[in-house]
C-alpha cells in the first residue's frame, strides 16, 4: 500500500491549468524533500520539480520552469504542483516522492516513498 497519495490529475485543454495534491499517511512529509516526476507512453520517468523540506528551496526542470509551481502546506501534510499554460507533451502519469539527501533535489534512487501516480491528459 503507498503511503503516498497523488489527486488532481484529469483531462484539461491546451492552454489550461490544474493543481496536483500530494499526501501522506502513515509519517510526516516535513521531514522529507518532495519532488514530483511524470512519465509518458514509452518514455523514462523523469523528474520535473523538487522541493525542500522547509520549502525554501525549489527546483524545476526547464521543461515546466515558467508554468508549474511547487508548493507545500506542512500543516496540511500535502506537497502542492500547481500547472499552467499547459501543453499536449504535458500528458503523463504524474508521481510525487518523499526522500532526501545532503545534496538537493535528491537523486532518483534517493526517494525512498513513492505514490501510484496521477494521469494528467492535455488534449482539446
Known amino acids: 500500500q503507498s503511503q503516498l497519495v497523488e489527486s488532481g490529475g484529469g483531462l484539461v485543454q491546451p492552454g489550461g491549468s490544474l493543481r496536483l495534491s500530494c499526501t501522506a499517511s502513515?509519517?510526516?512529509?516535513?521531514?522529507?524533500?518532495v519532488g514530483w516526476f511524470r512519465q509518458a507512453p514509452g518514455q523514462e520517468r523523469e523528474g520535473i520539480s523538487a522541493i525542500s523540506r522547509n520549502g525554501g528551496r525549489t527546483h524545476y526542470d526547464d521543461s515546466v520552469r515558467g508554468r508549474f509551481t511547487i508548493s507545500r502546506n506542512n500543516a496540511k501534510n500535502t506537497i502542492y504542483l500547481q500547472m499552467n499554460s499547459l501543453k499536449p507533451e504535458d500528458t503523463a502519469i504524474y508521481y510525487c516522492a518523499a526522500g532526501g539527501s545532503i545534496l538537493f533535489p535528491p537523486g532518483f534512487d534517493e526517494y525512498d516513498y513513492w505514490g501510484q501516480g496521477t494521469q494528467v491528459t492535455v488534449s482539446s
Open positions: 502513515q509519517f510526516t512529509l516535513d521531514d522529507y524533500d
